[in-house]
């Protein structure tokens, strides 16, 4: 069982940067497909962005290409998510999750996941 810590986040005015990590609990991390995802209130889990295990490859969703970026520190069991140019849309509760099923987009085919960091972006 891999638990995933997320932090990171925090009240940002728009236009600005944050910096997500989150640290997974086991060195199986480097064998794990890794994801991003996002909840606003009243509102689904969104995808945001997924890397492949070896950092070989990341997709992202449409509205944040270009202005994130996910990456990891296997060595670290770290998985990242850089975010400039934030807007206010961007608000929601961040989530990292892991899958054994390579690098997917819906959140049902994630196997673990963490508690989630909130971002507030202000206009």
């Known amino acids: 069982q891999m638990q995933l810590v997320e932090s990171g986040g925090g009240l940002v005015q728009a236009g600005g940067s944050l910096r997500l990590s989150c640290a997974a609990s086991h060195s199986t991390f480097s064998t794990y497909a890794m994801g991003w995802f996002r909840q606003a209130p009243g509102k689904e889990r969104e995808f945001v962005a997924t890397?492949?295990?070896?950092?070989?490859?990341?997709y992202y969703a449409t509205f944040v290409k270009g202005r994130f970026t996910v990456s990891r520190d296997n060595a670290e069991n770290t998985l990242y998510l850089q975010m400039n140019g934030l807007k206010p849309e961007d608000t929601a509760v961040y989530y990292c999750?892991?899958?054994?099923?390579?690098?997917?987009?819906?959140?049902?085919?994630?196997?673990?996941w963490g508690q989630g960091t909130q971002v507030t972006v202000s206009s």
């Open positions: 890397i492949t295990w070896n950092g070989g490859a990341s």
């Open positions: 999750a892991a899958t054994v099923r390579g690098s997917v987009t819906r959140a049902a085919e994630y196997d673990y």
